[in-house]
């Protein structure tokens, strides 16, 4: 006996019986139908495990199979679902574009059918370019000599978000009154006489930057010129006087 059938998913059952004049017999035999299943992949090839970027974005590409649609997808960075990303069903590749947080990245890609379900997950380490803080003193020069005793010290400061990374030396000793206008900083400072240092440190977390000059402060020598006396009356000296009683009179300069 042969016989061409057709199995339903699961336990089925097939009774084959024959029966004659002299009698009957039948035999049963029972088939488990398992529909072969095709559950979906997922390669994520971009970027690589454990890697590590100076780029605060990324592309995200994975190979994704066995999926009908972007809707067997979900895709999480950092915990947090996104579906801003794209799927080609002819080329069965994912792409995302992401900004990345410093530090340690998680993506995780899950594909799920009715056929099953594949996870893949990498991590990307994202190290930010540092920005380090600069200063420079335009103003007074380093090795210059000042005659008025007060000086306006002026730099220029990149890189620091407030007055707090500034530090403000003034012959050693702390000074918090100047301003600072976006990268230019300015400050009064009364010059002692002889040597002066002034020295400016700025810093935020990736570094730090100090510049410094030294001015003499020399006091403006004034020159007066001597007095001089010059006598009108009489207007020659040694000449003989005419009475006894005479009036002297005299012009003063330079006093």
Do not use: C, H, W
């Not at 024959?18 to 009957?24: E, I, K, L, R």
């Not at 006489?193 to 810093?203: A, D, L, R, Y």
């Amino acid at each position: 006996l042969t016989a061409n059938v057709t199995l339903k998913e699961g336990t089925n059952t097939i009774v084959v019986k024959a029966t004659t004049a002299d009698g009957a017999d039948t035999i049963t035999v029972r088939v488990n139908y398992i529909v072969a299943k095709n559950p979906p992949t997922v390669d994520i090839t971009q970027p690589a495990n454990n890697s590590t970027t100076s780029t605060k974005t990324a592309v995200v590409k994975a190979k994704i199979l066995n999926i009908n649609s972007k809707n067997d997808i979900s895709f999480t960075l950092n915990g947090s679902n996104t579906s801003n990303f794209s799927y080609s069903t002819s080329s069965k590749v994912l792409t995302a574009n992401i900004t990345l947080k410093e530090g340690a990245n998680t993506i995780v890609i899950k594909a799920t059918t009715t056929d099953g379900t594949d996870t893949e997950t990498v991590r990307v380490k994202y190290n930010a370019p540092k920005v380090l803080p600069t200063v420079k003193i335009s103003s007074p020069k380093n090795n210059s000599t000042a005659r008025q005793e007060i000086v306006t010290v002026k730099a220029d400061i990149k890189n620091v978000s407030s007055k707090n990374e500034v530090t403000f030396l003034f012959n050693g000793q702390r000074v918090s009154n100047f301003t600072m206008r976006g990268t230019q900083f300015s400050a009064s400072a009364k010059l002692k006489e002889g040597s002066n240092t002034i020295k400016i440190t700025v810093q935020n977390r990736d570094g730090n930057d100090s510049d410094q000059v030294n001015v003499t402060f020399k006091k403006k020598v004034v020159t007066v010129p001597k007095p001089i006396i010059k006598f009108t009356n009489p207007k020659r000296p040694g000449r003989k006087a005419r009475t006894q009683k005479t009036t002297a009179k005299a012009t003063v300069t330079n006093v």
